[in-house]
């Protein structure tokens, strides 16, 4: 198949590597400043064959974009920068089904109204990475990923579609809604990384999340602060009952789930390094900042929530590591 990977974002080219692996041809549509690249190293724990990871090391060669059509195009950005990438795609007049593995927190007009044309389906990765300062590409893959049903998704390739993951060893786990889903998902990890601000340091994501994953205190106000984002989910209608499996574990005793989120973490090396090695502050934020207006919004209580987004605007601001388009309304908190 011809595969389109929209630039040279993390997931993006990890999966961009694996499609290529399996002996499809993928090609980068390059923005401005990248066009240079025409490699990228990657260091992958591969969690599809082995539940414990398998270590690879592989070079990844990137190949600029030369069509104007392809199967597919895969589409993974920082949440606030969809509509933007779409507009990059529109002006070049590029074409193909969209693989949209993207954290989206809007509702489908919304989404619908961003994507135009394109006929797409919403996906979501399990796993992630970084690339650190030399460009190397530190990833985790785990052996399936999130992906909208068949009868949900607004593509006429679906099956085309499956067999492109099933190529590369990847199965699928498809929710009741995909873009409810995403949000119970984005709302925990709102929860969860504005709890790593409080605790530990987003400059440092690694230790950070290491520290609040074994910190029984910590974890304990992680679950409460979980709890409260849970219901900013709610309150956008989402009938719970349709995500129990997501939702489960917080539910018990916030000593108890916490213990149980500490066990996870020390028993899932693929769960704990797809944590540890996530380290976009700006996309982070914006996820924790976009949930948290929705809470406001919704007059929601949520003390905990509110004391995490506080002490991250502190040390974001002391770091100056800040999204300054962002500045004005977080500072509204």
Request: charged fraction near 20%; hydrophobic fraction near 40%; aromatic fraction near 10%.
């Amino acid at each position: 198949m011809d595969i389109l990977i929209l630039g040279l974002g993390t997931i993006g080219t990890l999966y961009g590597s694996l499609f290529s692996r399996a002996g499809h041809n993928v090609e980068h549509f390059l923005r401005e400043g990248k066009e240079h690249v025409d490699c990228v190293h990657v260091k992958l724990l591969d969690g599809r064959l082995n539940p414990k990871g398998k270590e690879l090391s592989y070079d990844y060669k990137i190949n600029p974009s030369t069509k104007k059509e392809y199967d597919f195009i895969f589409v993974s950005v920082s949440s606030g920068n969809l509509k933007e990438a779409m507009d990059c795609l529109r002006n070049a007049k590029i074409h193909g089904t969209v693989l949209l593995f993207t954290g989206v927190w809007t509702d489908h007009k919304r989404l619908d109204e961003i994507m135009g044309f394109y006929n797409y389906i919403l996906g979501y990765p399990v796993g992630g990475g970084s690339m650190d300062e030399d460009g190397v590409l530190k990833a985790v893959v785990n052996e399936y990923v999130m992906i909208e049903s068949k009868s949900h998704a607004r593509i006429q390739n679906y099956n085309l579609m499956m067999s492109l993951f099933k190529s590369c060893d990847i199965t699928f786990e498809i929710p009741h809604d995909m873009l409810e889903w995403m949000w119970v998902r984005m709302s925990v990890s709102a929860a969860i990384v504005s709890t790593v601000a409080l605790y530990g340091n987003l400059s440092f994501p690694g230790p950070s999340v290491e520290y609040v994953m074994t910190n029984s205190k910590a974890l304990a106000h992680c679950i409460r602060t979980i709890r409260e984002t849970l219901l900013i989910a709610r309150g956008r209608g989402i009938n719970m009952n349709h995500f129990k499996q997501e939702i489960l574990p917080y539910k018990f005793p916030a000593g108890i789930s916490g213990w149980g989120m500490k066990v996870k973490f020390k028993t899932s090396r693929i769960a704990r390094e797809s944590m540890k090695r996530h380290n976009n502050i700006d996309d982070l934020m914006y996820i924790c900042y976009e949930v948290y207006q929705e809470g406001k919004r919704q007059c929601v209580p949520m003390p905990h929530f509110t004391e995490n987004m506080q002490a991250m605007l502190v040390k974001l601001e002391e770091q100056e590591h800040i999204d300054q388009s962002l500045y004005n309304h977080i500072t509204s908190f």
